[in-house]
């Protein structure tokens, strides 16, 4: 339900921007997010856009990422931009509901719809 794409290799400080194109999700109540699984890592949570379309971010990406979306086209963007070899990861989007409002800086709640993933390799 949810299919990602632009992911690649980059050289260090380079640029990527990743869609994920979902249905229906992006006009119900679900926090929209974007989170990555380094090798030996746990997935985080690294954006977020919240019900009410506030957006997020970890520390990690802050300043450097965008997350963004178009109803339009029923798409979800990362703009990722001075990446380093520490942003190399397995990319994923997802469209999450819960009871709670985002309460950590990018990070959606609940449970919901995920993609299969996107690699991104900065090095």
């Known amino acids: 339900q949810l299919v990602e794409s632009g992911g690649g290799s980059v050289q260090s400080g380079g640029s990527l921007r990743l869609s994920c194109i979902g249905s229906?999700?992006?006009?119900?109540?679900?926090?929209l997010g974007w989170f990555r699984q380094a090798p030996g890592k746990e997935r985080a949570g690294i954006a977020a856009?919240?019900?009410?379309?506030?957006?997020t971010y970890a520390d990690s990406v802050k300043g450097r990422f965008t997350i963004s979306q178009d109803n339009s086209k029923n798409t979800l963007y990362l703009e990722m931009n001075s990446l380093h070899p520490e942003d190399t990861a397995m990319y994923y989007c997802?469209?999450?509901?819960?009871?709670?409002?985002?309460?950590?800086?990018?990070?959606?709640?609940?449970?919901?719809?995920w993609g299969q993933g996107t690699q991104v390799t900065a090095s």
């Open positions: 997802a469209a999450l509901r819960s009871n709670a409002p985002v309460l950590l800086p990018g990070i959606c709640p609940g449970s919901g719809y």
């Open positions: 229906a999700y992006f006009h119900g109540p679900y926090c």
């Open positions: 856009i919240d019900t009410d379309g506030s957006t």
